[in-house]
């Protein structure tokens, strides 16, 4: 039984054709074209799919199949997205939202997109900050088996919270200062964790990836393993294909 289209994404005419990939619930992916677009969908097999990690991984793998087979322009959908026939996608996106469609196709074209996830170890960064700062590992020794009024308390905690933020700013700036000169645009989002320093997305052009790839390289070289740095190169432009009102 069917429950309509799940939908993965969209491309320019003329889009992928003989598509080789199976998607959600194994099902073969197939191409449309639907008012000059065309429309990645598979037979959904179930009114509402879970947010799981096979579920996420098979919708992102759709998508960067159909772009490592050379289909590079795509603006990839929302997971989870069910349509009960092409009527409601002409009424719900083609239709009203035309010009903006083929205004990203134009944005994405020659591009892609990258990220940069940094962590770092917190309680290393605070060892080593003493270390190099003499007068706030001086002020906390002098303190240590005394009792503290909160003031003081206060004090030595504001010290080495302003010192740690400047400590991750100084890391922080280096990354934008050595990538950004790359990107066309930059998207930073909010750290997922607490040991996470920096998550951003860059679009940049499909030639500059390989130059793109070095600095982060050299970054990882110059900081001599005090960071982890996650490198995504090669993933659907989800940071850089909004529908904005």
């Known amino acids: 039984m069917s429950y309509g289209f799940y939908l993965y994404g969209i491309f320019p005419l003329p889009g992928p054709q003989g598509i080789q990939s199976q998607g959600l619930d194994r099902q073969p992916v197939l191409a449309h074209v639907h008012d000059g677009f065309v429309f990645l969908y598979s037979e959904a ?11 996420l991984l098979d919708h992102e793998k ?9 289909h590079r322009v795509l603006l990839p959908l929302q997971f989870g997205l069910i349509v009960e026939d092409w009527q409601t996608v002409t009424e719900q996106l083609t239709q009203p ?25 917190a309680a290393a960064e605070l060892q080593a900050l003493m ?10 020794d002098q303190l240590e088996g005394k009792t503290l009024s909160m003031d003081q308390v206060v004090r030595i905690g504001q010290s080495i919270e302003q010192s740690m933020a400047g400590r991750q700013k100084d890391i922080t700036d280096t990354f934008r200062a050595v990538l950004e000169p790359l990107a066309v645009e930059v998207l ?39 960071l982890r740095i996650r490198y995504n190169n090669f993933t659907a432009p989800y940071s850089f294909a909004q529908l904005n009102p």
Request: proline share 3%.
């Open 62 to 70: 759709v998508l960067e199949q159909s772009m490592q087979a050379g």
């Open 97 to 121: 939202h035309s010009d903006k469609l083929n205004g990203l196709f134009d944005k994405l074209s020659g591009r892609r997109e990258v990220s940069i996830k940094v962590f770092w170890d």
């Open 188 to 226: 930073e989002n909010p750290p997922l964790t607490e040991a996470m320093i920096y998550n951003t997305a860059y679009l940049i052009s499909w030639e500059e990836e390989p130059v793109f790839s070095d600095r982060v390289e050299a970054l990882d070289q110059q900081f001599e393993g005090r």
């Open 131 to 140: 270390q190099e700062n003499e007068d706030l590992q001086r002020e906390r």
């Open 45 to 55: 097999q179930q009114e509402r799919y879970l947010a799981s990690r096979r579920n």
